[in-house]
């Protein structure tokens, strides 16, 4: 059974700085990796899919990576705002997925 | 990418009364999920509704108490039976298109 897991669990930094979220899985014959981002009492909004043939995507300040032989993909924040304040999730699977229990991310003006 | 209605946003119960779930897509879809997140915790599949046949629901969920219906390839339903306060959860409906799993804005059930 594939287990996912988030590290840290909350993160606090003030706007700028550049910083990395962490997401850890077991079981590397993965389909796909997806990062989303959730908003308080709201649902989730899809970030960036690393399909399991791929190494990594980009979107504007994000970088998502996937290693799967060390089962790990990192979520890269550049430039970080305010605005990024929400709950990163990421998600392992094809059709239905497995998600990890987020990082509660908080951007200081 | 897939755009995802969900209703209703947020809602208020009595325990023991039901409350149904719509999910309306833009688009025709196979399959389409069902996922409960309980507060403080990570989004856990209840089950998958395919047009035309009977939902397959993940241990731990039964039909009786989470009945579903997928009337054709843009909807579904998902009705939350003889509530208690333990099913207050966010309730989201997903599918999957070429660019990953797309997301309802939620439900945000809160039973009393």
């Known amino acids: 059974k594939q287990e996912v897991t988030q590290i840290p669990a909350a993160l606090s930094v003030p706007e700028g700085e550049n910083l990395v979220l962490n997401c850890s899985f077991t079981d590397s014959a993965i389909y796909n990796l997806q990062w989303f981002r959730q908003d308080p009492g709201k649902g989730l909004t899809s970030l960036l899919l690393i399909q399991s043939s791929q190494r990594e995507q980009t979107s504007g300040r994000l970088n998502a990576s996937l290693d799967k032989s060390s089962g790990r993909s990192t979520l890269y924040i550049a430039a970080s705002q305010p605005g990024d304040s929400a709950t990163y999730l990421c998600?392992?699977?094809?059709?239905?997925?497995?998600f990890g229990k987020g990082t509660m991310l908080l951007v200081s003006p | 990418s897939a755009v995802i209605s969900q209703k209703p946003s947020r809602d208020i119960c009595q325990r023991g009364t039901s409350l149904t779930i719509q999910c309306q897509v833009d688009?025709?879809?196979?399959?389409m999920f069902w996922y409960r997140q309980q507060p403080g915790q990570s989004l856990t599949l209840i089950a998958t509704a395919n047009q035309g046949s009977e939902a397959t629901y993940e241990s731990g969920f039964v039909i009786d108490k989470f009945p579903i219906s997928r009337p054709n390839l843009t909807f579904s339903t998902l009705t939350v039976s003889n509530m208690s306060p333990e099913d207050s959860s966010i309730y989201l409906c997903?599918?999957?298109?070429?660019?990953?799993?797309?997301f309802g804005q939620g439900t945000r059930l809160t039973v009393v």
């Open positions: 998600a392992l699977g094809a059709s239905t997925l497995t």
């Open positions: 997903s599918v999957e298109a070429d660019r990953g799993a797309f």
């Open positions: 688009s025709q879809v196979t399959m």
